[in-house]
């Protein structure tokens, strides 16, 4: 058999399937951790492919940075694009009050989003799969679109906090259906920022929407807006919340209503890890989300992607 650019030299991950007790865990908590689901082979090659990308990247003036302040994230065009390309985002931390970048472009990115699974070989090959298909299905995401994917690299002394959030003001879709696929590349750690939960919290309401405005018109102003619409507190973090602490090769699953945290790492190693977020292709996709493909690139079904990619 040949073998098409971008497949991956090892079987994709060790595991195929969820066992009930797996499933169980997932409706009860909210989220599950799949410990030794990704190869370390595969996991160095997605690690590698990720430094390709940022080595490759050619930033633009505005250095643009990932945080979760909202003035950032609303006044952002770049950020808006993203969802249809591949994008490297900035550590706040690493842009000095000049606005150059105060360490090597290597050690400043905090990401890299958000449609790497369409565009680039190796991510597409990790993130169209059979098996994470049924995964997906058997958690009842029966016909799940690959809407969004990020390569996380919670740098060395600078990896910025992420706030308490859930996913689903992001990823908004009526019925809520997205649901996160959190892959550890690297070990997760108390040390190095891993993801903290709150055990059974996506039970609660969905607190607020995170929309466009239009296109911000001549001049830009603000292209998002945050619409509240439950005043449920979140969680504190993180006395109200568990640490994941789990080792590279982990599969963390997120219901998109859980809400989820991590700290600054301010630690002397890197945390990486890769997300794909998926929805169900039967839920409406409103035009006010902020992640909108244009019709040349459409979002694809993980089943059938993977069917057509084993077929060929
Ligand atoms: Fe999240």
Sequence with gaps: MVRRRGDLTAPTYARRVLSIDQLAAYHRDGFVVVEEFVPPAVCEQLQARAEEIVEAFEPTEQHTVFTTDEQERASNREFLDSGAGIWCFFEAEAIGPDGRLVTDKARSINKIGHAMHDLDPVFEAFSYTRELAEIAADLGLTDPLALQSMYIFKQPHIGGEVGCHQD????????????????????????????????????????????????????????TEFVELDDTPMPRAPQDLVPLVVPAGTMVVLHGLLPHWSDVNRSAKSRHAYSLHCISAS??????NWLQRP???????LDEVARRRVSA
Excluded at 200 to 206: K, N, Q, Y
Excluded at 283 to 288: D, S, T
């Design 168 to 223: 689903a003001p992001f990823l908004y879709t009526d019925p809520i259906t997205v649901t996160g696929f959190w892959f550890a590349i690297e070990d997760a750690t108390l040390d190095n920022g891993c993801l903290w939960a709150q055990p059974g919290g996506h039970l609660g309401p969905l607190r607020r929407v995170f929309q466009r405005r239009g296109d911000g018109g001549e001049g830009g102003g603000d292209l």
């Design 283 to 288: 839920a409406e996709y409103p035009a006010w």
């Design 295 to 301: 019709r040349d690139l459409p979002l694809r079904r």
